[in-house]
Protein backbone atom coordinates (compact mmCIF):
# COMPACT_ATOMS: atom_id res chain seq x y z
CA UNK A 1 0.00 0.00 0.00
CA UNK A 2 1.67 3.36 -1.17
CA UNK A 3 1.69 6.00 1.63
CA UNK A 4 2.57 9.47 1.49
CA UNK A 5 2.80 11.65 4.87
CA UNK A 6 4.28 14.97 5.80
CA UNK A 7 5.86 16.74 8.92
CA UNK A 8 2.85 18.17 9.98
CA UNK A 9 0.61 14.51 10.50
CA UNK A 10 -1.02 14.61 7.09
CA UNK A 11 -0.63 10.87 6.19
CA UNK A 12 -2.93 9.50 3.30
CA UNK A 13 -2.80 6.39 1.22
CA UNK A 14 -2.38 6.28 -2.70
CA UNK A 15 -3.29 3.11 -3.52
CA UNK A 16 -2.41 -0.82 -3.51
CA UNK A 17 0.16 -2.62 -5.82
CA UNK A 18 -0.39 -6.46 -6.26
CA UNK A 19 3.01 -8.34 -6.78
CA UNK A 20 2.75 -11.78 -6.52
CA UNK A 21 4.74 -12.74 -9.62
CA UNK A 22 7.31 -13.18 -8.08
CA UNK A 23 10.65 -15.78 -8.68
CA UNK A 24 12.88 -16.61 -5.47
CA UNK A 25 11.32 -13.92 -3.87
CA UNK A 26 12.04 -11.43 -5.99
CA UNK A 27 9.67 -9.13 -8.14
CA UNK A 28 9.19 -9.59 -11.94
CA UNK A 29 5.54 -7.88 -12.56
CA UNK A 30 3.68 -5.38 -10.69
CA UNK A 31 -0.09 -4.55 -11.26
CA UNK A 32 -2.50 -1.94 -9.47
CA UNK A 33 -4.81 -2.14 -8.54
CA UNK A 34 -4.90 -5.92 -7.24
CA UNK A 35 -7.60 -7.77 -8.69
CA UNK A 36 -7.69 -10.42 -6.01
CA UNK A 37 -9.00 -8.09 -3.01
CA UNK A 38 -12.25 -6.64 -2.52
CA UNK A 39 -12.45 -2.30 -2.21
CA UNK A 40 -13.83 -3.15 1.06
CA UNK A 41 -10.55 -5.24 2.15
CA UNK A 42 -8.57 -2.10 -0.46
CA UNK A 43 -10.26 0.37 2.12
CA UNK A 44 -9.33 -1.36 5.05
CA UNK A 45 -5.64 -2.13 4.34
CA UNK A 46 -5.23 1.72 3.58
CA UNK A 47 -6.21 2.99 6.46
CA UNK A 48 -4.12 -0.07 8.38
CA UNK A 49 -0.94 1.32 6.73
CA UNK A 50 -2.16 5.04 7.69
CA UNK A 51 -2.35 4.38 11.38
CA UNK A 52 1.13 2.29 10.76
CA UNK A 53 2.82 5.24 9.83
CA UNK A 54 1.46 7.81 12.33
CA UNK A 55 2.46 5.52 14.68
CA UNK A 56 5.94 5.41 13.82
CA UNK A 57 6.54 9.24 12.87
CA UNK A 58 7.06 8.25 9.02
CA UNK A 59 7.55 10.74 7.09
CA UNK A 60 7.87 11.05 3.11
CA UNK A 61 6.65 8.42 0.01
CA UNK A 62 6.76 4.62 1.27
CA UNK A 63 4.98 1.36 0.99
CA UNK A 64 3.25 -0.94 3.69
CA UNK A 65 3.88 -4.40 2.93
CA UNK A 66 1.07 -7.01 3.60
CA UNK A 67 0.16 -10.77 2.48
CA UNK A 68 -3.20 -11.59 2.36
CA UNK A 69 -4.52 -15.00 2.52
CA UNK A 70 -7.24 -16.79 0.74
CA UNK A 71 -9.69 -15.47 3.01
CA UNK A 72 -8.69 -12.20 2.21
CA UNK A 73 -6.96 -11.73 5.63
CA UNK A 74 -4.14 -8.97 5.33
CA UNK A 75 -0.73 -9.57 7.35
CA UNK A 76 1.71 -6.80 8.01
CA UNK A 77 5.15 -8.08 6.40
CA UNK A 78 7.31 -4.85 6.76
CA UNK A 79 7.23 -1.33 5.24
CA UNK A 80 10.05 0.35 3.13
CA UNK A 81 10.53 3.96 4.04
CA UNK A 82 11.19 4.95 0.15
CA UNK A 83 10.44 5.05 -3.44
CA UNK A 84 9.79 1.74 -4.88
CA UNK A 85 10.66 0.14 -8.62
CA UNK A 86 6.94 -0.33 -8.93
CA UNK A 87 5.91 2.91 -7.84
CA UNK A 88 4.89 3.69 -11.24
CA UNK A 89 1.73 1.94 -11.60
CA UNK A 90 0.62 4.23 -8.96
CA UNK A 91 1.26 7.15 -10.35
CA UNK A 92 -0.23 5.59 -13.63
CA UNK A 93 -3.65 5.18 -11.47
CA UNK A 94 -3.91 7.87 -9.24
CA UNK A 95 -2.46 10.68 -11.36
CA UNK A 96 -0.05 11.30 -8.23
CA UNK A 97 3.29 12.22 -9.01
CA UNK A 98 5.07 10.52 -6.16
CA UNK A 99 8.91 11.44 -6.68
CA UNK A 100 8.18 14.99 -6.57
CA UNK A 101 5.77 14.43 -3.49
CA UNK A 102 9.13 12.59 -2.14
CA UNK A 103 11.04 15.80 -2.41
CA UNK A 104 8.46 18.25 -1.95
CA UNK A 105 8.20 16.54 1.41
CA UNK A 106 11.87 16.32 2.10
CA UNK A 107 11.53 20.26 1.72
CA UNK A 108 9.56 20.92 4.42
CA UNK A 109 6.12 21.32 2.35
CA UNK A 110 2.60 19.95 3.20
CA UNK A 111 0.32 17.52 1.00
CA UNK A 112 -2.10 19.95 -0.17
CA UNK A 113 -4.85 16.79 -0.61
CA UNK A 114 -6.77 14.85 1.57
CA UNK A 115 -8.12 11.00 1.51
CA UNK A 116 -10.87 11.63 -0.11
CA UNK A 117 -9.34 13.53 -3.11
CA UNK A 118 -7.27 10.38 -3.83
CA UNK A 119 -9.02 9.24 -7.10
CA UNK A 120 -7.92 5.43 -8.22
CA UNK A 121 -8.50 5.15 -12.16
CA UNK A 122 -8.45 1.98 -14.60
CA UNK A 123 -5.76 -0.45 -14.17
CA UNK A 124 -1.43 -0.12 -14.87
CA UNK A 125 0.55 -2.95 -15.23
CA UNK A 126 4.42 -3.09 -14.96
CA UNK A 127 6.80 -5.31 -16.43
CA UNK A 128 10.66 -5.64 -15.23
CA UNK A 129 12.78 -5.96 -18.17
CA UNK A 130 15.73 -8.08 -16.87
CA UNK A 131 18.67 -8.68 -18.87
CA UNK A 132 18.71 -12.47 -18.15
CA UNK A 133 17.55 -15.59 -19.81
CA UNK A 134 13.71 -15.62 -20.03
CA UNK A 135 14.30 -19.63 -19.88
CA UNK A 136 16.94 -20.31 -17.25
CA UNK A 137 16.77 -16.41 -15.78
CA UNK A 138 20.37 -16.84 -15.97
CA UNK A 139 21.87 -13.14 -15.95
CA UNK A 140 22.89 -11.75 -19.59
CA UNK A 141 25.31 -9.02 -19.33
CA UNK A 142 26.42 -7.79 -23.04
CA UNK A 143 26.31 -4.91 -25.38
CA UNK A 144 22.72 -3.60 -26.88
CA UNK A 145 23.41 -3.30 -30.77
CA UNK A 146 19.91 -2.62 -31.37
CA UNK A 147 16.99 -0.74 -29.52
CA UNK A 148 13.38 -0.02 -29.96
CA UNK A 149 11.08 1.06 -27.12
CA UNK A 150 7.51 1.12 -27.41
CA UNK A 151 5.21 4.36 -26.88
CA UNK A 152 2.34 5.29 -28.04
CA UNK A 153 -1.38 6.00 -25.33
CA UNK A 154 -1.23 4.04 -22.00
CA UNK A 155 2.82 3.14 -22.40
CA UNK A 156 5.53 4.44 -20.28
CA UNK A 157 9.38 2.91 -20.32
CA UNK A 158 11.68 3.91 -17.23
CA UNK A 159 14.74 3.14 -18.25
CA UNK A 160 18.58 4.31 -19.01
CA UNK A 161 19.82 1.72 -22.05
CA UNK A 162 20.30 2.96 -25.55
CA UNK A 163 21.94 1.42 -28.69
CA UNK A 164 25.62 0.45 -27.90
CA UNK A 165 25.13 0.70 -24.27
CA UNK A 166 26.81 -2.24 -22.34
CA UNK A 167 25.28 -3.78 -19.45
CA UNK A 168 27.50 -4.43 -16.88
CA UNK A 169 27.60 -8.00 -15.00
CA UNK A 170 28.07 -6.39 -11.74
CA UNK A 171 24.78 -4.83 -10.66
CA UNK A 172 21.13 -5.64 -10.60
CA UNK A 173 19.98 -7.19 -13.94
CA UNK A 174 16.63 -4.41 -14.46
CA UNK A 175 17.43 -2.52 -17.60
CA UNK A 176 14.10 -1.30 -18.58
CA UNK A 177 10.47 -1.06 -17.05
CA UNK A 178 7.62 -1.37 -19.33
CA UNK A 179 4.73 0.03 -17.74
CA UNK A 180 1.07 0.66 -19.39
CA UNK A 181 -2.22 1.55 -18.24
CA UNK A 182 -5.70 0.60 -19.55
CA UNK A 183 -9.47 1.68 -18.51
CA UNK A 184 -9.45 -1.94 -17.50
CA UNK A 185 -7.21 -5.27 -16.61
CA UNK A 186 -8.54 -6.60 -19.76
CA UNK A 187 -7.47 -3.98 -21.47
CA UNK A 188 -4.18 -2.86 -19.86
CA UNK A 189 -2.95 -6.70 -20.44
CA UNK A 190 -4.17 -6.37 -24.27
CA UNK A 191 -1.62 -3.11 -24.27
CA UNK A 192 0.82 -5.10 -22.68
CA UNK A 193 1.01 -7.65 -25.11
CA UNK A 194 1.44 -5.33 -28.05
CA UNK A 195 3.98 -3.40 -25.77
CA UNK A 196 6.37 -6.16 -25.47
CA UNK A 197 6.08 -7.35 -28.97
CA UNK A 198 6.77 -4.13 -30.16
CA UNK A 199 9.93 -4.16 -27.78
CA UNK A 200 13.45 -5.05 -29.45
CA UNK A 201 16.56 -5.11 -27.56
CA UNK A 202 19.14 -6.98 -29.66
CA UNK A 203 23.06 -8.29 -28.81
CA UNK A 204 21.59 -9.53 -24.99
CA UNK A 205 18.76 -11.55 -23.60
CA UNK A 206 15.95 -10.30 -21.35
CA UNK A 207 12.79 -11.15 -19.82
CA UNK A 208 10.60 -10.36 -22.68
CA UNK A 209 9.29 -13.38 -23.64
CA UNK A 210 8.80 -14.29 -19.59
CA UNK A 211 6.22 -11.39 -19.43
CA UNK A 212 4.48 -13.01 -22.80
CA UNK A 213 3.72 -16.16 -21.12
CA UNK A 214 2.87 -14.72 -18.27
CA UNK A 215 -0.03 -12.26 -19.91
CA UNK A 216 -1.68 -15.48 -21.55
CA UNK A 217 -1.35 -17.26 -18.12
CA UNK A 218 -4.88 -18.58 -17.26
CA UNK A 219 -4.40 -18.02 -12.75
CA UNK A 220 -2.96 -14.82 -14.15
CA UNK A 221 -5.61 -13.78 -16.22
CA UNK A 222 -8.25 -15.16 -13.67
CA UNK A 223 -6.65 -12.78 -11.13
CA UNK A 224 -6.16 -15.04 -8.43
CA UNK A 225 -2.37 -16.17 -8.84
CA UNK A 226 0.01 -16.23 -5.61
CA UNK A 227 3.84 -15.93 -4.75
CA UNK A 228 4.22 -19.48 -6.34
CA UNK A 229 2.91 -19.41 -9.34
CA UNK A 230 6.38 -18.68 -11.24
CA UNK A 231 8.14 -21.82 -9.30
CA UNK A 232 5.12 -23.74 -9.23
CA UNK A 233 3.63 -23.71 -12.65
CA UNK A 234 7.24 -22.60 -14.79
CA UNK A 235 9.67 -25.29 -12.60
CA UNK A 236 11.27 -25.39 -15.90
CA UNK A 237 12.67 -22.05 -16.35
CA UNK A 238 14.87 -22.73 -13.20
CA UNK A 239 18.32 -23.36 -13.84
Known amino acids: MQILADEYGNVVYIGDRECSIQ ?6 LEESPSPFITDEVRKKMGEAAVRFAEHVGFTGAGTVEFIVDSDMNFYFIEMNG ?3 VEHPVSEMTSGIDLVAWQMLIADGQKI ?3 QEDVKNRGHAIEFRINAEDSETFTPNPGTIKELYLPGGFGVRIDTHIYKGYTVPPYYD ?8 YGKTREEAIIRGKRALTELIVEGIKTTKDFHLKILDDPDFLSGEYTTSLVDRKYSGLKE
Open 82 to 84: RIQ
Open 173 to 180: SLIAKLIV
Open 23 to 28: RRHQKL
Open 112 to 114: DFK
